[in-house]
């Protein structure tokens, strides 16, 4: 996707802040389901179990554009500036 997540209300969401909610969502959704366990709520333990492993996931894929990004962009810098250097 370009180093960028999908588009949120057309508008394209930075991949710092996809990760950032990802994560919260995924500590979220994982202590939910320990407290689910505590209860012996299995079907709840299984929702919970899923979703914090989904964003769990989608937190370290963001993580990779972000760095992704950064390299396309420093690459780019160094590509401008041999540009400049040239004329």
């Known amino acids: 996707m370009g180093g960028y997540a999908a588009p949120m209300f057309g508008r394209r969401v930075p991949p710092h802040i996809v990760f950032a909610f990802s994560a919260l969502l995924a500590v979220v959704c ?8 505590r209860s012996h709520a299995w079907v709840w333990v299984a929702v919970g179990a899923v979703l914090a492993v989904w964003f769990a996931v989608d937190a370290v894929r963001s993580y990779g554009w972000a760095q992704n990004k950064k390299v396309l962009d420093a690459e780019k810098a160094a590509r401008n500036a041999q540009n400049h250097s040239k004329r």
């Open 30 to 37: 994982a202590a939910l389901a320990l407290l689910a366990v």
